[in-house]
């Protein structure tokens, strides 16, 4: 699969489905709340596949992807994940984490077409 549409793809993942975000983010935060200083980014979504039953709302392809906009979220954890050179690091997580997909991805995709409600459903 093409990286750049990996990434696309992991953008409007995002953007639909803002509990996905929201559970990884709170299972991270019980992780280093509980001692964990490292950890493994698919570790935590293998975590929360058990966790939660369900093995569809993660893809693996959207690993580093999570890692990175957790790193953005939470910079005072920033050292929780070693992390390697990926096509995710060109996605612009600021712009991500305040709802700006085109941002995001540092370009215009002329297939970006959601229009989202407050509650983040297209």
Do not use: C
Request: glycine fraction near 8%; proline fraction near 4%; aromatic fraction near 16%.
């Amino acid at each position: 699969m093409n990286p750049d549409r990996i990434s696309r793809r992991f953008v409007y993942f995002h953007l639909a489905n803002p509990k996905t975000w929201e559970a990884y983010e709170q299972e991270m935060l019980r992780l280093i709340d509980s001692g964990m200083e490292k950890g493994g980014v698919k570790a935590v979504i293998e975590t929360m596949r058990w966790h939660r039953g369900n093995t569809s709302d993660f893809d693996n392809n959207f690993a580093p992807y999570y890692s990175r906009l957790f790193r953005e979220a939470h910079p005072q954890y920033s050292n929780f994940f070693d992390y390697k050179q990926s096509q995710a690091d060109r996605i612009g997580y600021a712009a991500l984490l305040a709802g700006d997909g085109d941002g995001a991805l540092n370009w215009k995709d002329p297939q970006f077409s959601f229009d989202f409600d407050e509650e983040g459903t297209a």
